[in-house]
């Protein structure tokens, strides 16, 4: 074999590894933009992701380019390929296996460890090390070739997801629903790395449970099978190493962000979400503020019966989104760039406008959490039960991707 031969070889051999493992991250980039604002105009027209919720956005160049906290936009997840006309993100697809043979289709999206998400292109949660608890995080070994093998954890993705609306108006609770992939009880997308010389805990989503690679390659162009697939799947390519996944549009601190929702524990807010029920997300931790020592998780913020109306500018909430077919427009609390506590872990808060809020036309499209704690002290924002506005137990895993703004 002579030398270019040898070249071609290990050239064809690293293209793999680099698809398959996540070392792309150096060259993902947004793709997509949509249409440039005019000159020296510091907006634009919004993608058609966001329309109607959003007309108007943030224009490049920005402030962010020259530090991330001023104003957007903002690549959080660095080895992302953003279209935000189609509201979707494309990541490196990754191949591991259970230790009982079984392979396992996932992504990784977030690392306790600061240094290792820069590396991977991953977005850094400290946080995340205190959901080392009961089955909240599974553990994982990495072989010499780089392969993960989980010790436990499976996913039935072949349930038809289906939500049947409440009566209008008020068309939450839903009066049907099923999740369309469920966890078995060691599930959990949080992964503890065994043989790794510094503790680290991966946010790791399983996308495909035991389906070969020629099956998967049939989606590349797109027509994912939801009965083989998570359901944010949009397209899936083990050939060349990726997977476009559905994005949700929501808010944080007044600023539009994009999110993954690939989780939740509880069967209903799964179903909302379009995400995979994992029951062993019930033993993260719950219930402390926000940046208490063993606190894993975060705030998110969702409207029952918030103003509705696909074309109000003011839409938002459930009430809205079940039957017209958009996010619900969840606010989040802290992301990198704005706060110090972000977590891809959120805690569920939901929340209902009071009737006096109604009569008197406060009701609006709220994007601050701080906004919400006002609304909520000034009594027009209560919890479903109209008691207190508070956690109830939901656990939702949403890595963030995009600052919008």
Request: aromatic residues 8%; proline residues 8%; glycine residues 8%.
């Amino acid at each position: 074999m002579d030398i270019r031969r040898h070249l071609l070889v290990a050239a064809s051999a690293v293209a793999l590894a680099l698809g398959l493992y996540g070392a792309s991250a150096l060259k993902a980039e947004v793709v997509v933009r949509g249409i440039e604002g005019k000159p020296l105009d510091e907006v634009r027209p919004a993608p058609t992701f966001f329309r109607p919720d959003l007309s108007i956005i943030t224009a490049q160049p920005s402030p962010s380019e020259v530090n991330p906290s001023f104003l957007g936009p903002v690549l959080l997840m660095k080895q992302a390929q953003v279209d935000l006309e189609k509201g979707t993100a494309k990541l490196p697809l990754r191949k591991g296996r259970l230790r009982s043979g079984e392979t396992i289709w996932f992504v990784v999206t977030d690392a306790t460890d600061e240094n290792l998400a820069n590396l991977h292109g991953l977005v850094y949660s400290p946080k995340l090390a205190y959901a080392l608890r009961g089955k909240a995080t599974r553990e994982a070994s990495i072989d010499a070739d780089g392969t993960f093998v989980f010790d436990a954890g499976k996913v039935d993705f072949s349930p038809e997801r289906g939500v049947t609306p409440g009566a209008a108006p008020n068309f939450f609770p839903p009066k049907d629903f099923q999740p369309g992939s469920v966890g078995d009880a060691d599930y959990s997308p949080l992964v503890h790395i065994r043989n790794a010389s510094k503790d680290v805990i991966f946010n790791a989503p399983m996308l495909a449970f035991n389906v070969g690679e020629e099956k998967l390659n049939e989606f590349c162009n797109g027509n994912a099978d939801h009965r083989l697939l998570e359901d944010k799947v949009v397209a899936i390519c083990p050939r060349d190493g990726t997977v476009t996944l559905a994005l949700t549009l929501g808010f944080t601190f007044g600023k539009p962000i994009l999110y993954l929702s690939t989780e939740a524990n509880d069967p209903l807010v799964a179903t909302l979400e379009g995400a995979t029920y994992a029951p062993a997300l019930k033993d993260v931790p719950f219930a402390l503020e926000d940046a208490s020592p063993g606190e894993s998780a975060e705030r998110i913020y969702v409207f029952a019966n918030g103003p509705t109306g696909r074309d109000n500018p003011q839409r938002q909430g459930l009430d809205s989104a079940l039957p017209d077919g958009r996010g619900p427009l969840n606010v989040l609390g802290g992301i990198p760039t704005i706060n110090l506590d972000y977590s891809p872990l959120w805690r569920l808060f939901p929340a209902k406008w009071t009737a006096a809020a109604i009569e008197h036309g406060y009701r609006s499209r709220l994007t601050d959490a701080v906004e919400i704690r006002d609304f909520q002290a000034k009594g027009f924002l209560t919890g479903l039960d109209d008691h207190e506005l508070r956690p109830v137990g939901f656990i939702v895993n949403c890595p963030v991707v995009y600052r919008v703004n």
